[in-house]
């Protein structure tokens, strides 16, 4: 009896636990909004791209492959995931599309509204861009176009350097098939960022940062970004490259206020 009495017990704490979640994030009008743009930087010696003969699919994938980790156009940084954090109501996810470099055709497209609503479309041996973001507790569905099968490993991380990682996927995607693999709030918890890769081909790596809200960017060719529809309030500002770190920020958004905010990242 006092065995089933403390299962009960250690049943009903587990069920309480489970149901204290962090309150999603809300879709509303906002009033009096503001914006934030700014430009990221590189300074310093760029790694060399990663150079790969191709084993597996050659006829599909080419004889050789490169992987650009840190790309820039002079001192400019492209692909630089900028973040705000701590906002818990606000505009809508944006519909948004990123290819992945040639002569990859892979492409991350975000498809807004109440959701982030990931799809990865994997074409000529290519995920997507080297960076990109996902949320937590949403299925994101990949869609093979090659012929060939691409085996799908994803791993996470609690640490933004990426250095420590714990594998939660690892699934073949058949030619012409979709599915949807769920990124679980148990598969996720205290994680920060998930790297995606090909066990077939080793030059298919992706890294994404984990969102809550819809209020980050990419820096573009220009090293551009711009963040808008903010609600006035004290906001952490993030910018993160899975190669070259985290730097943050303190914001104050006032309404209607334009923020000028620039990051370098020096080697």
Request: proline share 5%; charged share 20%.
């Amino acid at each position: 009896m006092k065995n089933k009495k403390l299962l009960w017990a250690i049943a009903s704490v587990a069920l309480v636990l489970s149901s204290v979640e962090i309150q999603a994030y809300e879709v509303e009008n906002v009033q009096n909004s503001g914006t934030i743009q700014g430009q990221v930087t590189f300074s310093g010696v760029l790694p060399e791209p990663l150079r790969f003969a191709v084993k597996k699919n050659p006829e599909v994938c080419g004889q050789e492959r490169s992987l650009i980790k840190v790309e820039t156009h002079g001192e400019l940084l492209t692909g630089a995931v900028v973040v705000l954090e701590g906002i818990e109501k606000g505009k809508p996810f944006s519909v948004q599309s990123f290819s992945g470099n040639a002569p990859g055709e892979g492409e991350f497209r975000y498809l807004g509204g109440n959701a982030l609503g990931l799809q990865v479309k994997i074409k000529g041996c290519n995920f997507g861009p080297f960076t990109g973001v996902l949320a937590a507790d949403e299925p994101v569905q990949f869609e093979n176009r090659d012929s060939i099968k691409h085996t799908l490993q994803t791993f996470v991380s609690r640490d933004f350097s990426g250095r420590i990682l714990r594998t939660v996927h690892n699934r073949d995607i058949q030619p012409g098939v979709e599915f949807d693999p769920m990124f679980s709030s148990e598969k996720l918890k205290g994680s920060q960022v998930v790297r995606v890769t090909c066990n077939r081909h080793d030059f298919m790596q992706n890294w994404f940062y984990v969102v809550k809200n819809p209020y980050f960017a990419f820096s573009d060719k220009e090293g551009h970004f711009q963040i808008n529809r903010i609600p006035p309030g004290s906001y952490r500002l993030r910018v993160w490259h899975p190669i070259l770190g985290l730097q943050e920020k303190a914001v104050e958004i006032a309404k209607g206020q334009e923020l000028a905010a620039n990051f370098t990242y020096q080697e």
